[in-house]
């Protein structure tokens, strides 16, 4: 009995902690709209069209946290940012977050930044021309491009001083220049997160014939969203938001059976769905906020497919990123 009135008793304060909100979600409030950084632009993960709408797989992730706190996924703005800008602006309040495929590190994290949770796993690998080279250990004294102001000179050098290698490095402002050099001739190899090299090959099937991505990784590179320091309800809107998309997936819940599944007997899908009241109370947002992400974008595999798997040109393979259930890593703690 002290127990249950201890957990009651913590409930109620949670709930409590809730009812003001913190400096960034108070500003999102009152603005009306959610102000999301992006880079330029990454094939399948971020990217506008002709008429200037965003799309892509880590857009869908800010989507979902305008449809958590506003009921209305369209109620964000998306701002490019070169990979120098990224965390100055939000750091600067220029942005409320960044989902911007920016690795997750102790460095980045322990200087005015939160991070919510992994939304793909990736590491660095290499693109090559066919000409011999099979592993990592044959780019031993080649030229090297890649972008800077990213982990990836720094994962670079030292995974060929590990291994006793050496290369010849070549730093551009841009993913766009450092692929262009290494098309270009000016480089023996194109460095960067295996997500984007697919990208390059996927979005430019004749290159098939004369260019090979590695399947070696030398690095872990997982991409979260990051937000500022200082608002902790904020920042558990976009982690919660995130798990959400992750568990609908694995209870099958999905923006075409989201409806019928409002009637469902399964006590987690009600709580999750918000039939059985209280989990959004506690995270301050409508007790619908699971229902308006999942209607609205979608759980986490739609959206996986929409933009980077089967139903995409991509068609990058889960892999890691698959459900925990299906041998992937893809784990979200339970909502309840």
């Given at each position: ?22 400096p ?6 009152a ?15 971020m990217?506008?069209d ?17 449809a ?9 703005k ?12 939000l ?18 994290d322990a ?9 793909y796993?990736?590491?660095?690998g ?19 491009c ?12 030292e ?13 551009l ?37 004369d260019?090979?991505?590695?399947a070696?990784?030398i690095?872990?590179e ?5 937000v500022r ?17 992750v ?16 009637k ?29 992400i999942?209607k609205?974008?979608?759980n ?22 698959a ?7 893809l784990?979200a703690?339970?909502?309840?």
């Open positions: 009995m002290r127990l249950l009135s201890a957990g009651l008793g913590l409930a109620l304060a949670l709930i409590a902690h809730r009812a003001d909100a913190g960034v979600l108070d500003a999102v409030k603005r009306g709209q959610l102000v999301c950084g992006v880079n330029a632009g990454t094939a399948g993960f990217q506008p002709r008429q200037g709408k965003w799309t892509g797989f880590a857009v869908d992730i800010c989507r979902a946290v305008a958590a706190i506003f009921g209305d996924a369209n109620k964000v998306f701002v490019p940012l070169d990979a120098p800008m990224r965390f100055p602006a750091l600067s309040g220029e942005v409320d977050m960044l989902a911007s495929n920016s690795t997750w590190t102790l460095a980045r200087n005015g930044v939160d991070f919510t949770g992994i939304y796993y990736d590491g660095q290499f693109m090559v021309k066919k000409s011999g080279i099979r592993t990592v250990k044959d780019l031993n004294r080649a030229t090297i890649f972008q800077s102001a990213t982990t990836t000179e720094a994962n670079l050098a995974y060929f001083r590990a291994n006793g290698l050496r290369f010849i490095p070549l730093s402002d841009t993913a766009d220049q450092a692929k262009a050099a290494f098309l270009g001739g000016k480089c023996d190899a194109l460095t960067g997160d295996i997500s984007s090299l697919h990208v390059i090959m996927a979005s430019n099937p004749q290159y098939s014939k260019y090979a991505v590695l070696q990784a690095s872990k997982p991409f979260s969203p990051a320091h200082g608002d902790h309800q904020f920042a558990d809107i976009v982690r919660w938001t995130q798990f959400a998309m568990e609908a997936e694995e209870y099958g819940i999905t923006s075409k059976n989201v409806d019928d599944l409002l469902s007997d399964n006590p987690s899908i009600k709580r999750i769905l918000g039939v059985t009241p209280g989990m959004g109370q506690a995270l301050g947002v409508d007790e619908k906020w699971v229902y308006n999942v609205q974008v979608g986490y595999g739609e959206s996986y497919d929409r933009n980077l798997g089967e139903g995409s040109p991509l068609k990058i393979a889960r892999s890691l990123n459900q925990w259930t299906k041998a992937g890593i784990y703690p339970p909502i309840r």
